[in-house]
């Protein structure tokens, strides 16, 4: 078991940055691949981007490529989600996930057995 925690989240106008971070507790975090989801209103939860167990494998969405960095600090136990260029469509709730059923990126919703509680990211025109 593991629990995630995200903080992080806020309001900021388009162009701006913000940096997500998500804690977590309970197994050993070397074994456990992560990603970020998000989810706008009336939308179904998206892939984001996804670390592997070692965190020197990483994979973005099209809509984030480029703009958006997941990294992962082992010995903190926590991954981040350095966001920058942010554009009012990149408005939703987002979620950090964690699976220990595979050692690679996972980009399937469905793969993460962990989730948090989530975080508000709203981006202002």
Known sequence: Q????????GLVQAGGSLRLSCAASGRTFSNYAMGWFRQAP???????????RSGS?????????GRFTISKDSGKNTVYL???????EDTAVYYCAATAKFAGV????????????????????
């Open 82 to 88: 350095q966001m920058n260029r942010l554009k009012p």
């Open 57 to 65: 494998g990483t994979f973005y969405s099209n809509s984030v490529l």
């Open 42 to 52: 009336g939308k179904e939860r998206e892939f984001v981007a996804g670390i592997d």
């Open 106 to 125: 996972e980009v399937l919703l469905r793969n993460y057995n962990y989730w948090g509680q989530g975080t508000q990211v709203t981006v202002s025109s």
């Open 2 to 9: 593991v629990q995630l925690v995200e903080s992080g989240g």
